[in-house]
Each structure stands twice: as structure tokens, then as C-alpha cells.
């Protein structure tokens, strides 16, 4: 089975000014995620989505391909991801004649992750009949037992069940999106508008794996390669 690996890299950042390619323990942040997909042998092609010639440049000298700049359209603050990844395949098949089996999106603001994550994720889609995979962490907050909202003035948790929650450990279990490892099976992923589908599946990732939002995020990230958790 053919896989490829999207990595979308927009040139813009309100949080953190040239995100994609601020270095990180010596070497630009995109470039973490560019090893890591060259590590997973069964990934035939990685692709690189971006706008900017300099993330362009950086991603091809890594040894990842960039076979076009993404249009200004898909490059906005609210360009929906889904439409960015099928636009890349899309490119692919109309413009070389080249179709993949198996999509896998590895996004450069999730570093902290080993190709046996990306492995992990790929054999849920392959071998357990997944129609795509995405990886997750427990949540810190609940919204059974720790998240409020307020409605008509009113405070109460976001989610109620008919017995109180007294311990946070009787909750039900809730997970984060870490945006770090996203798998499709192609035709789930051209044929659908959401990554909820009737065959998802989660991979958990330990609570650390954190996406980079802003300054403090970037420290941490930082920290936990500098320590060896993830190799730098």
C-alpha cells in the first residue's frame, strides 16, 4: 500500500512570528517533524503544503518534496485543515498521475512524536479495519467533574450525568487533540468533511505531547527535548 505524508506549513503566525521555521534545539521546528516521517520506512512520500519559498526551501534541503505553493486561499488564518491535506492529494493525482492507499499528516507545531507513533497509528488503519486514526492525550480538565459554563447566568458543568461526579478518577475519560498524527484511508479522507467518522479510532500520546500555540508552549517543548524524553 502507497503511503504519503502531508505536512502543512503555512508561512503566517499571529503567536509565534515564523513559527514553522524558528529553531528549536538547533534546527528549524518543521524539520523535527520532516526525520521523523523519513524514520517510518512505509511512508512513500512526504509532502510539504506551504506558501512561503523560504519554509519551501528549508522543507526540500530536509529531504521532504514541496511540488507546488499552496493558493493564497488555503494559506488564511481560517483555511479549514481538512481542505488543505485533500487539496495535496488532490494535486498529486490530477497533476502526476499519482494515488496513495494511505494518508498521514504530521503537524510541525506537534513535534513530540517517534516513528513509532506514526507506526502505531498507520497499523490501526491497515490491520484493525480504521477508517483514520488521530493521536490524542488525556485531558487535565473534565467536563464531567472540573469544566464550568455558564448558560443564562447560570454556572453549572459543561457535562452533567444523572449521579454527581465526586472524584475526578469516576469520570468518564475525556481526551485532548495533541494535532500531532492524523491517518486516513484515502477515501475516508477525500469523501468526508470530518475526522469523525463511523471507524475513528484514537491513539494516546503521553500528556506532554504538546502543540506549540505560543511562547510558553514552544519553552516546553523545548524543555522536554533538552531533558532526552524525545530525542532532540
Known amino acids: 500500500m502507497k503511503i504519503v505524508a502531508t505536512i502543512c506549513a503555512r508561512g503566517g503566525s499571529k503567536g509565534i512570528p515564523r513559527k514553522n521555521i524558528r529553531p528549536l534545539c538547533g534546527k528549524p521546528l518543521i ?9 517510518y520506512k512505509l511512508i512513500d512520500r512526504i509532502i510539504v503544503s ?5 519554509i519551501a526551501e528549508i522543507a526540500k534541503a530536509s529531504g521532504a518534496e514541496v511540488p507546488f505553493l499552496r493558493p493564497k486561499e488555503l494559506a488564511t ?24 492507499d494511505i494518508v498521514v499528516d504530521l503537524d510541525p507545531t506537534s513535534p513530540l512524536r517517534t516513528e513509532k507513533d506514526i507506526e502505531a497509528c498507520v497499523r490501526m488503519v491497515m490491520d ?9 492525550t488525556k485531558a487535565h480538565r473534565n467536563p464531567y467533574f472540573n469544566m464550568v459554563e455558564v448558560i443564562d447566568g447560570n ?12 472524584r475526578r478518577q469516576d469520570a468518564p475519560q ?12 484515502r477515501e475516508a479522507l477525500m469523501n468526508n468533511d470530518s475526522i ?10 503521553p500528556e506532554w505531547t504538546t502543540d506549540i500555540d505560543n511562547e510558553v508552549d514552544f519553552e516546553f517543548v523545548e524543555f522536554i527535548l533538552e531533558k532526552g524524553m524525545y530525542k532532540c
Do not use: C
Open 31 to 39: 524539520v523535527h517533524t520532516i526525520e521523523v516521517a523519513k524514520k
Open 174 to 185: 475525556v481526551y485532548d487533540l495533541n494535532a500531532s498524527i492524523y491517518v486516513w484511508k
Open 128 to 136: 484493525e479495519g480504521a477508517d483514520n486514526v488521530f493521536s490524542v
Open 196 to 205: 469523525f467518522l463511523e471507524r475513528t479510532k484514537i491513539y494516546v500520546m
Open 155 to 166: 454556572v453549572q458543568l459543561v457535562k452533567q450525568l444523572a449521579q454527581a461526579v465526586i
Open 77 to 100: 488564518d481560517d483555511a479549514p485543515k481538512l481542505t488543505v491535506i485533500k487539496h495535496a492529494i488532490q494535486f498529486l493525482e490530477s497533476e502526476e498521475g499519482y494515488h496513495t
Open 50 to 54: 506551504t506558501d512561503a519559498p523560504e
